[in-house]
Each structure stands twice: as C-alpha cells, then as structure tokens.
C-alpha cells in the first residue's frame, strides 16, 4: 500500500505549548482517528499538515511531495475541513458552492447535491446566519464534494445531531468505497471511531501517545470474574478492579497464568469495551 | 443488504473468525443463497463497528475457502458451494453449539453422566414435540 500522507518529526511551538516530535503515516485505503483531550494538539496538528501554522522541525510529505515549497498543488489533492470557516461568514450556501468547485479540478456537484438534500441545507441563507449544526452540514458537504484523495476533517460531527451523525457516517463510508481514498479524522465521538475507524493514533499533551489497529485495541485489555476475593497484591497487567473478585487486565495471559498459579478460579471473562480502552488511554 | 452477524466479546475465537464462520454457517443453510450479494468490507465494517482490516480477513478466508467471490467492480457474491463442503460445514456448527451447551453445563458441575441424561430427556421431549419426525 502506498502512503497518502506522511508527518516526519515534526515539530510546533506556541508559546509554551509544544506539540511533537510527531511521526505517522498513513496509507491510502485506510480511516484513521486521531484521538486526544482537549488542548492536546489536534487541531495544531492538522493545521500543521495543511501549512496553516509552519513547523519548526521534520516534514509533511502529502502523496509523495514535501509541503514546503511555494508550489502548493499538494492542496488540491487534500479536502480539509477545519472547525469553523474563517471570513465567510457572508457568503450563501450557493456562493461558497461556486467558489470551492472553481477552485477543484474534481468537484463532484452530483455528489453535493446529494449530501445538501439528505441534510436539508437552506442554501440561500448567509453561512453566519445559520445554526452551528447546518455550518456544519455545510461545510461537510463542501468538504467531500471536493472529491479529494485525502480528507482531513477536525470534529467534523462535533455540532451535528443524533440523525445527521449517521447520515454523515454513511456518506464518509461510502465515500471510502471509491478506490484509494484516505480519511484522516480528529473526532471526540466514539461512533465515529467505532463506525469508520480503521487505526488510531493517541496524542497527549503534543506527543504521540499510540498507533492502534482499532480491533487489537480492545482485545488487549480482558476483564475477569473470579470465584474468590483477589490478593492485596496487584494482579499481573493490573488497571482497575471492582469490588473484591472483578479486575481488568491488559496482559491477559501473564494476569491467567497467574490465576492458574494461584489455584483460583474465574466465573466469566470478556474483552473490555473500546470506548473503555480509549478511556484508559487518554487517562 | 444487511447480515445478520453476532461478534462475541466472551469468546476466544478471533473477531474475523467469528464472522467467517457465521457467514459460512448462513450460506450452509441456505440463507445465503449462490450469487447472493453480501455488504461492501467497508460497510459491514461500519455494521459490526469493527475495522475494514478485520473484515477484509474474513472475506479473504471466505474466498480462499470457496464460499464467496469478488468481482472486480461489482463486488462481492455467494458462491456456488460444493455440496460436501456444505455437509462439513453443517456437521461443524452442530457440533459447535452442542460443545457449548455441555461446556455450559460442565461449568454447572453436572457429569458427563449426568449431561447424556438431560441429553437424552430433551430428544423424547422434542420427539413428541415435533410428532416423532427425524
């Protein structure tokens, strides 16, 4: 598989604040969610791919070309949809539509039309003037019909409610259908991870904090039921226990073969919920 | 089209194991019928809330096994399954759920003794349930 983005040690200072040396890649075909609190350096992070904020260290090789050039056609290979849209607060829905198609070679209007009939968009009212949910829709449906090869989205579903959340995941895993597409989201939403993501990547106060296959993810924590009251002392892999006999593990064989060890017994056992490995992650 | 595929978190068999198997089962009996469409990898994935790479294991398992085939741009289908193949596949989920019924009384302390008992109840009351067919 070939790398549709590349973040080679990069780094950022603001202020006090420093985000990286940050190192991923990530292939084409794939979702991958980038995960962290808030103030983790996300958004800093996406903004550093687009060239939005300069880094001061490493590289962003965006399908085999180094953003730092003067020569920005990496862009259009690129749809990014940051939080909120800078300075258009006065354009109709229909005005920015003209704009961002002039502006991709790829515009997809069949695509957009779709996208702002599902999600019942007024086109005709000023972007400023509309809810925080509808901007969002808006700027959703912008954002894909650029029909780019990598999408980069910063909480695209942060404002959008509970029915246009699985409209929208739809329209991204279908959009995943066409051949090579990469997704690259920051999402607080466990739905999305749990509907589109393939890998995530942890970032805690700037620093890369893990690469996951999300799949493996869950299955490396185990939660125990035991016939008996567990010892004083820390089980192997030992992060949280309940009561006296329910612990969760993330070294389940070392945490059995001690039970086996100690003669104890276990009445049930399951793999942990993902959204409770992201908790222990971010923790 | 949706299917009807259960992924287990006690279980120890791995996630794509499980959906092959249940996939397999389906197309046994004739649920699944031969040229049958089944879900894209990317939205089965979103269905099972697992990852494309998971369920593209699964698939690949199936198409190696003879089950399903991938048309290059239309997507993926049913085979046609060879009737032996079918018999094997039946005999194993039977004998699947039968294993975890006696490990499920295993658990309960019952003896082997004990579970050919209850085993053996359960046929005469199902004999007279379905007026002695089989």
Known sequence: ?283 | MELPVHLSKESRVPIYHQIAGQIQAMIASGQLAPGAPLPSIRTLSKDLEISAITTRRAYQDLELEGFITTIQGKGTFVAKVEESLIRSVKIKSVQQAMEKSIESALQQNYTFEEIETIFAELIEELKIKKGGKG
Request: net charge negative; charged share 25%; aromatic share 10%.
């Open chain 1, 1 to 283: 598989m070939t790398a549709s983005l590349e973040v080679l040690s990069v780094e950022k200072k603001i202020e006090d604040f420093l985000l990286g040396p940050i190192n991923l890649k990530l292939e084409s075909g794939t979702v991958t969610a980038l995960v962290g609190n808030n103030g983790a350096g996300k958004s800093t992070l996406l903004k550093t791919i687009m060239q939005l904020a300069r880094q001061d260290m490493g590289e962003v090789i965006v399908f085999g070309s180094n953003t730092n050039q003067d020569d920005e056609s990496w862009k259009k290979q690129i749809a990014y949809q940051p939080q909120t849209l800078m300075g258009c607060d006065s354009f109709t829905g229909n005005e920015l539509k003209v704009l961002f198609s002039k502006w991709y070679p790829n515009w997809d209007d069949n695509w957009f039309g779709n996208m702002v009939d599902t999600f019942d968009i007024p086109m005709n009212k000023k972007y400023g003037k509309l809810s925080q949910g509808n901007q969002q829709k808006l700027l959703a449906s912008l954002t894909l019909s650029k029909n780019a090869q990598l999408l980069i989205l910063d909480e695209p579903t942060a404002h959008m409610d509970i029915v246009s959340k699985r409209k929208y995941t739809d329209f991204l895993t279908e959009w995943m259908e066409r051949e090579d597409k990469t997704i690259f989201i920051s999402t607080h939403q466990m739905e999305d991870i749990r509907k589109l993501a393939d890998y995530l990547i942890f970032i805690n106060r700037g620093q890369m904090a893990g690469k996951f296959e999300k799949d493996k993810l869950a299955q490396q924590y185990k939660r125990y039921w035991l016939a008996e009251d567990l010892p004083q002392v820390s089980i192997p892999g030992e992060i949280e226990r309940k009561g006296l006999r329910t612990v969760t593990t993330h070294l389940p064989l070392e945490a059995e073969a001690y039970f086996l060890k100690a003669g104890m017994k276990w009445h049930a056992e399951e793999y942990i919920e993902l959204e409770e490995a992201v908790t222990y992650l971010l923790k």
